[in-house]
């Protein structure tokens, strides 16, 4: 079990709290051992001064009564026996060692302390263990209230010591967090706009200059690409627009090969057309909010193929979410692409609700071969393909463009084969989707 926190706050806050604890310890020592035990020994000595005087061994009895009785107007110490004390509030004392031992030390032989309080605080002090008397030594001035006043202030200066420390901590940490937020924007295909570069330590803010210079050569490389695949898919389309045309004015005795040139061209402009989805920046189109079910059913509806089955389930009570429409709806159009490429029977797609997770699914599932185990996770890389049993057909980049998309809205694509045959895609949705 991990006691020391991972993150750099937890650590802070962590560390300063230790620190702050060791100081209050050593603050709280110093203060028994500077100031409580000097008053201590104070009160001990003065009681044990009111002790002899009010059990004077060397006066005679009547002279000792009276002085007694001068000493109890005085100062309110009496002189008790066992059964008097009792009535008088001994009952009530609760016997304190270290007073004892004080005491004992002051009057140079074994003497026992109870302390009991009322208004005030009243020591109870038996000089000696044979004695049949105990002396009452009332205390004014000092009230309970003393003692937990040091408590509560120890406590107040460490819980403010370690309010300071969390928000310092904080303050350190923030640009951490906004770097966190920044980094995964950029994960997502989005570029923030460069963090300030003015908070924090000069270490955090060498990071966050590095990090802004690292976003800006990404985005660049973004806007390098995107511009280098429209010039190359604008310069292929016009010489395969006049291949084709040049095709279509072929005789019909060589109509064979004009099938085949046309078919070669529809595939490369099919090509192409998946090039550009992903690279196809997804974050430029506006969420809405949408019923996943009526998109499913769009799709459905529009792809319908001939002795072909497109069995769905539909969750009813699915929430709406915040949605990309054309977005999701490409999802939607190259699952079912695939699994009527790469399976002969019936195609199902459920849709359902997860209130734990608090998240929304899509599942599609074909009655084809499926992939190899060892070959899923490389299926959302572009340009795999799964060759060893779903064909060769395609450009490799369906499932890519899916995972993409799916991950600009903060949601998982996952793979598994079914244990009766077939493959099984299921994306999730968050419903709360940070876009």
Request: aromatic share 8%; hydrophobic share 40%; proline share 5%.
């Amino acid at each position: 079990m991990r006691l020391l926190p991972r993150s750099a706050f937890g650590q802070t806050v962590f560390l300063i709290g230790i620190m702050l604890l060791i100081n209050q310890v050593v603050s709280y020592l110093s203060v028994a051992f500077y100031v409580i035990k000097p008053s201590t020994q104070q009160i001990s000595h003065l009681i044990a001064k009111q002790v002899e005087l009010a059990l004077p061994a060397e006066l005679e009895p009547p002279l000792a009564a009276a002085l007694s009785a001068q000493l109890q107007q005085k100062t309110g110490v009496k002189l008790y026996d066992e059964a008097e004390a009792l009535q008088h509030g001994l009952a009530e004392a609760t016997y304190y060692g270290y007073f004892s031992q004080q005491l004992s030390d002051a009057l140079q032989r074994s003497a026992e302390v109870r302390i009991s309080q009322t208004d005030n605080f009243v020591f109870w002090v038996k000089p000696q263990p044979e004695s049949e008397f105990w002396v009452r030594v009332p205390l004014a001035g000092l009230d309970e209230a003393s003692f937990p006043l040091l408590t509560f202030y120890l406590l107040m200066i460490g819980a403010l010591s370690v309010l300071g420390g969390w928000t310092l901590a904080r303050h350190l940490n923030r640009p951490l967090q906004k770097l966190q937020q920044a980094a995964l924007q950029v994960g997502h295909g989005e570029f923030p706009p460069p963090l300030p570069e003015h908070e924090g330590a000069t270490e955090i803010l060498a990071v966050t200059k590095a990090f802004n210079y690292m976003s800006q050569g990404i985005k660049q490389l973004e806007q390098d690409r995107a511009l280098l695949m429209a010039g190359v898919s604008h310069d292929l389309r016009t010489p395969l627009t006049r291949i084709r045309l040049a095709s279509e004015m072929m005789s019909e005795q060589d109509s064979w090969i004009r099938d085949g040139i046309i078919n070669d061209i529809e595939d490369m402009n099919a090509i192409i057309d998946q090039f550009i989805d992903y690279l196809r920046h997804h974050k430029q189109e506006e969420p809405q909010w949408l019923s996943l079910n009526e998109l499913v059913n769009e799709v459905v509806q529009a792809e319908q193929v001939q002795q072909r089955q497109i069995a769905t389930h539909f969750d009813p009570d699915l929430p709406v979410i915040a949605l990309r429409r054309l977005a999701i709806k490409r999802v939607l159009n190259n699952l079912l692409e695939n699994a009527l490429r790469y399976s002969e029977g019936d195609i199902e797609i459920r849709t359902g609700f997860d209130k734990a997770g608090k998240r929304i699914y899509l599942q599609v599932r074909d009655y084809g071969p499926g992939i190899p185990e060892h070959r899923m996770q490389a299926m959302f890389t572009p340009f795999v393909q799964g060759d060893e049993a779903r064909g060769s057909g395609g450009s490799g980049l369906g499932l890519a463009i899916i995972k993409k998309i799916i991950s600009t809205h903060s949601g998982e694509v996952k793979l598994h084969n079914h244990p009766q045959g077939g493959l099984v895609v299921t994306v999730t949705l968050p419903l709360k989707t940070e876009l």
